[in-house]
Structure formats: structure tokens, C-alpha cells
Nanobody, 124 residues
Framework: QVQLVESGGGLVQVGDSLRLSCAASGGRFRGNAVSWFRQAPGSEREFLASIRLSTQSTYYGDFVKGRFTISTHNAKNTVDLQMNSLRPEDTATYYC?????????????????WGQGTQVTVSS
């Protein structure tokens, strides 16, 4: 079973940028799509963005509003989330998830693998 590993989190200041990466065991993502989510303590998990592996189509949560960009990095075999203009309310644990089905829905409706998460803390 594929395992996902997130990296790139950390402590930043308001207005800073961070780039998170999601890597898959075995090196290469396969299947339908990869998505990013986040969850803050005491809050529900929020959907951030998805990318369809076959077409590079992207889909974003409403509140992202152009601050976050999801992309694949072929050389590193990762799916990245570029986050700009970070705010204290962006503080959360960020997770990636993979829909590994061959003919999955778009946007993806189910996921077969989740990472352990990477912490992002935005200090004011």
C-alpha cells in the first residue's frame, strides 16, 4: 500500500510563504488525483486543493482565493502546495491524500492513502 509523506511545514511570520511537498512511497504517484487538506485543533478538516494526475487540472476550496497553488514536481516526484501571504488562521496540520483509482471522480470523492501531516504555524 502506498504511503504518503508530507514535508515543508514550519513556523513562519504573517505574510510569509511556504511550500509543502507530498511524496509517495515507491517514488511516483499513480491513480486519479492528489489533494491537500488541513485541520486546526478543535476544527473540522478543510479541503484545500486537488490536482488530477492525468491532466494537471486543479480544483480549489473556496476560501483559498488565489493564495495557494497545487502542482506536481516531476523531478522530485512530489505534489506541492505553494502557500503565500500566510495568516495566523492558516495555522494547522496539513495533510495530503491520494485517490489511487484509475477512473476516479473529479474532483475526487474518496481517498486511498493519507499522510501523517506537517505542522504549519503562522505567528503574528
Amino acid at each position: 500500500q502506498v504511503q504518503l509523506v508530507e514535508s515543508g511545514g514550519g513556523l513562519v511570520q504573517v505574510g510569509d510563504s511556504l511550500r509543502l511537498s507530498c511524496a509517495a512511497s515507491g517514488g511516483r504517484f499513480r491513480g486519479n488525483a492528489v489533494s491537500w487538506f488541513r485541520q486546526a485543533p478543535g476544527s473540522e478538516r478543510e479541503f484545500l486543493a486537488s490536482i488530477r494526475l492525468s491532466t494537471q487540472s486543479t480544483y480549489y476550496g473556496d476560501f483559498v482565493k488565489g493564495r495557494f497553488t497545487i502542482s506536481t514536481h516531476n523531478a522530485k516526484n512530489t505534489v506541492d502546495l505553494q502557500m503565500n501571504s500566510l495568516r495566523p488562521e492558516d495555522t494547522a496540520t496539513y495533510y495530503c491524500a491520494a485517490d489511487m483509482s484509475a477512473l476516479g471522480a473529479w474532483p475526487p470523492a474518496r481517498y486511498h492513502a493519507w499522510g501523517q501531516g506537517t505542522q504549519v504555524t503562522v505567528s503574528s
